[in-house]
């Protein structure tokens, strides 16, 4: 049986909104284990995004522990948790959000600048990526070049660069048509069965979560249910 | 430095509006340069005055003639090593728009004490033998294109001679050069005596005493010993270091410091408002973007740091083209016009000081839209992508 590469003990993260406290996860218990390929779902609301942000370290609980990799991530200070990012996460979102002023290949060495490499191997690390996801004929091209389909593939090649263990995706699908839709799940499944990457994977939908190993339901910030795919 | 390719790129993310910014930036740096090159002119006297030389002069106003047998009693003050004396000529060139210094002065003694005048002892001779010569400084020559030999007529508003006539004709013995760049070279010294002989008035009298002395801590009390020594005479004296006359000198023109301040602060406040606009515009329309580089591992000193270096970087793209401008025009200028407006440069401490105020102008329009940067809440500003 794999090693779990998260544990989520009874989280709980609460927002302000004006004078309203909002409680968007409840006491919520998560397992995921090391290569599994996870998808989250639930309605708008349900807390997805906030558990996705939680696994990766762009936000802390209010209450409860995020262990990922054996790292305690609601005890991190901030700078602890970007070199912590920089070391174990890629993420991909649903808008692509590449830096629009740099070309594919700049793109996807932005993480590589946090690294001590030098610029030769980080551009022949960023060149390796763009050919893990088809692209090594439009390096050269800016984001405004690129389709859709094209500009998510290189924000994946930007997220697995740096050999992050974790890849978090928050609706990584959700501007795509269908077919490009299922070319970007067939390339994040190889990703997972080929170069073991865990992946955890937001979605609406139900045609893309089954590309995912398991499948795990939220709503009103708790899970519902868990299913294998 | 690895960074330097993302601050670049970034800078340029809306063109044109980087350009107007680099070129405001120009204009100000433009002006600073221009401005502290003029301003060099009139420190000029100040800033090479020697330490160790007083001059005295009427206490009413510069333009009060002093008796030519103060000298003999100003040597004799303790302390006092060699006297010298000179005169305003005011005259010019052909064009009356032409002016420039010339002196009636004593040779020996006038050399003596500007030691700094460099001239050969052939020239230094033949200038002391020949009395209606006169010597030029290495400036004049270069703008007028005389040359040894020539015989040069100038023409004087306040100095009518004893034929009646504004018109004094000098042959030039020699040019001088100087051992440093504070523009005496732009002199026209003659002698006293063929002065004095000549004018119709004012005979035996002079404009100005210079001396040196031998300890320049006892300034303050010799130049007391000699205003004390005439005072409540006809002629009482006003008697102070080279550099405060020198400086008193320029007020006359007004405080051209002050002006050329006042001016630069103005320029200055309007630049930092526009590039302050400029930046905060600028990360204002890519907090998605910052979000992602601290997604990517980015610390928030680190995002700081990338919009403060862009901040800095538009202000030396068009803080660099300005003060390299202004000193092509200020090399042009002081070719054209080294008789007018002796040291007309731009120095190497006003390069300095414009690329300090560049750095600091760059942080201080970079400050808050840096921070804003670095306060930047990731969940935050995905949430609005």
């Not at chain 1, 389709?147 to 660069?161: N, P, T, W, Y």
């Not at chain 2, 064009?95 to 004593?106: G, I, L, S, T």
């Not at chain 2, 007018?340 to 102008?361: D, Y």
């Amino acid at each position: 049986m794999s090693q779990d590469l998260a544990v989520l003990k009874d989280i709980s993260r609460t927002y302000q909104k004006g004078k309203e406290r909002v409680e968007v996860l409840h006491k919520l218990n998560l397992n995921i284990a090391e290569g599994d390929f996870l998808a989250l779902m639930g309605p708008s609301g349900s807390g997805k995004t906030t558990l996705l942000n939680l696994l990766g370290g762009l936000d802390k609980p209010t209450s409860g522990t995020v262990e990922v990799g054996g790292a305690a991530l609601h005890s991190m200070s901030s700078g602890a948790l970007s070199k912590w990012r920089a070391r174990h996460v890629g993420f991909i979102f649903q808008f692509y959000n590449l830096l629009p002023v740099l070309t594919a290949q700049k793109n996807v060495e932005l993480p590589l600048l946090l690294t001590r490499l030098g610029s030769k191997e980080r551009a022949k690390r960023a060149a390796t990526a763009l050919a893990i996801v088809g692209l090594e004929d439009r390096a050269s091209h800016y984001p405004r070049e690129l389709s859709g389909g094209q500009e998510q593939r290189v924000a994946i090649a930007r997220a697995i660069v740096s050999d992050p263990t974790l890849l978090l995706c928050d609706e990584p699908t959700g501007d795509l048509d269908r077919e490009t839709a299922n070319e970007i799940l067939a390339l994040l499944q190889a990703l997972n069965r080929d170069h073991n990457k865990t992946i955890v994977m937001v979605t609406h939908d139900a045609i893309s979560a089954e590309y995912a190993n398991h499948t795990v339901h939220l709503d009103k910030g708790t899970l519902t249910a868990e299913m294998a795919a | 430095m690895k960074y330097f390719y993302l601050v670049w790129k970034s800078l340029w993310r809306k063109k044109v509006r980087t350009i107007l910014t680099i070129l405001s930036v120009l204009v100000a740096f433009l002006l600073f340069g221009l401005l502290s090159a003029f301003n060099a002119v009139f420190r000029g006297g100040i800033d090479y005055a020697n330490a160790s030389r007083l001059v005295t002069i009427d206490k009413i106003s510069l333009i009060n003639p002093l008796p030519i047998s103060y000298e003999q009693r100003i040597k004799a003050v303790p302390g006092v090593t060699q006297v010298t004396s000179a005169t305003w000529f005011g005259g010019y060139y052909q064009d009356p728009k032409a002016q420039f210094p010339q002196y009636p002065v004593v040779p020996e003694t006038f050399l003596t004490v500007h030691p700094e005048l460099q001239i050969s002892e052939e020239q230094k001779n033949k200038w002391m033998q020949i009395r209606d010569s006169a010597i030029v400084g290495r400036d004049l020559v270069n703008q007028f294109g005389w040359k040894i030999g020539d015989r040069i007529p100038i023409h004087t508003t306040i100095w009518t001679n004893r034929d009646g006539g504004q018109v004094w004709d000098f042959e030039i013995a020699g040019i001088f050069d100087s051992d440093n760049n504070n523009g005496v070279t732009t002199l026209m010294l003659f002698h006293y005596d063929y002065f004095d002989e000549g004018r119709a008035f004012g005979q035996g009298t002079v404009g100005w005493y210079t001396f040196t002395i031998d300890d320049s801590s006892r300034a303050a009390e010799i130049a007391d010993a000699i205003d004390t020594q005439f005072a409540n005479s006809p002629n009482e004296t006003k008697t102070s270091t080279e550099a405060a006359f020198a400086e008193s000198f320029m007020k006359q023109f007004g405080n051209i410091a002050l002006i050329v301040r006042l001016i630069l602060s103005a320029v200055f406040f309007t630049i930092l408002l526009v590039a302050g606009n400029t930046m905060a515009q600028s990360v204002r329309e890519r907090l998605s973007e910052l979000a992602v580089l601290k997604t990517l591992g980015f610390e928030n000193g680190s995002v700081m740091g990338i919009v403060l270096a862009e901040s800095i970087l538009v202000m030396l793209l068009g803080g660099l083209i300005g003060l390299g401008l202004s000193s092509v025009i200020v090399q042009g200028a002081a070719k054209q016009m080294a008789a007018f407006l002796p040291g007309l440069a731009l120095t190497n401490e006003a390069l300095a000081l414009g690329v300090l105020i560049m750095v600091l102008a760059g942080v201080a329009a970079g400050i808050f839209p840096a921070i804003r940067a670095m306060r930047l809440t990731i969940v935050e500003a995905l949430a609005r992508t």
